[in-house]
């Protein structure tokens, strides 16, 4: 008797399986490993972006992993994505063109979130949504330098970003905006993730052409005290929070540190070798440390108490 009431407690607590799409993102893969390893089930879903090196890591897992499978998806092909969430309790959502942003990207990606947001309504499992989007979703307008605080309520102006050609910040604005729309139309239980700039193992080979995108403009977002970075690791961390918990909801702004100081600038500069190097009039530059406006209460709110 006893032995049938712990295989049904076990039960009680056995892990319901989720959907990471696009797992060969390097934020997705990095959610895709955290999620295996607090016992999760996992489908993971790879667009089509050819054999790079985290999409063999993946095939690989799939042959040591029981809990962990593996399927491709397009985004635009709205029942592949279907198929992709069969069984699946939440979907978090990555979506990172490999190859960078240009004009051309943005009805793509935009397309896109519609599609997967849209999908999720239309699954009978799916009870929360993830969606990653980014800080540059927030912080381009024309007026940024000349406010205190931005936050969760803050979005970046569209125009300005065509304007300027801030394509990657006008793809996470819009794709972001057009997955809240659905959600909200099709009450979705759904969360978003503004990341900072990513930094972690092996990124300027591994991600290349996204964390360029973002560091379009980085001059002015860090001399408006806008340019924020986050670790990997923590932020999957985070995504794994915000679906657990119960209480989440809105936008949450993720990041570690806010760069606004020379010596901060150098460090970035180093961690993104070869892919950047440091600005000549950095180097000449006086100590001026410029004024944080970034705010994130709510990410300190659901961490609170970990110590990483």
Partial sequence: MKEIEARSEDMDHEKPTV????????????????????????HAAIQKNGETEIVKKIRDMETIEERLMVSTVDVLDYHSILEA?????????????????????????????????????????????????????????????????????????????????????????????AAWALAMDRMLNMVSINAGLVLGPAIAQKNPQVTMSYLQGAAQMY??????????????????????????CGRYFCFNKIVNSEQEAVKLAESLSPLISLPPRYECQGREVYAEKLRNKKLNKLVEGTVY
Wanted: charged fraction near 30%.
């Fill in 19 to 42: 959907c990471v799409l696009d797992a060969s993102t390097y934020v997705g893969f990095w959610i895709l490993k955290g999620l295996l390893s607090k016992g999760y089930t996992v």
């Fill in 85 to 177: 969430l069969k069984g699946s309790f939440a979907l978090f959502c990555c979506l990172d063109c490999q190859d960078g942003y240009d004009d051309k990207m943005v009805d793509l990606e935009v397309r896109g979130a519609i599609n997967v947001v849209e999908a999720c309504a239309q699954t009978e499992t799916i009870e929360k949504i993830v969606f990653n989007s980014s800080l540059t979703a927030a912080i381009w307008r024309e007026n940024i330098c000349s406010e205190k605080d931005v936050d969760e309520r803050s979005w970046s102006d569209k125009e300005f970003c065509r304007k300027k050609k801030l394509w990657y910040a006008l793809v996470k604005t819009l794709s972001e905006q």
């Fill in 223 to 248: 001399e408006n005290g806008v340019l924020a970075i986050v670790d990997v690791k923590f932020l999957a961390d985070v995504n794994i929070r915000a679906f657990e918990d119960r209480s989440t």
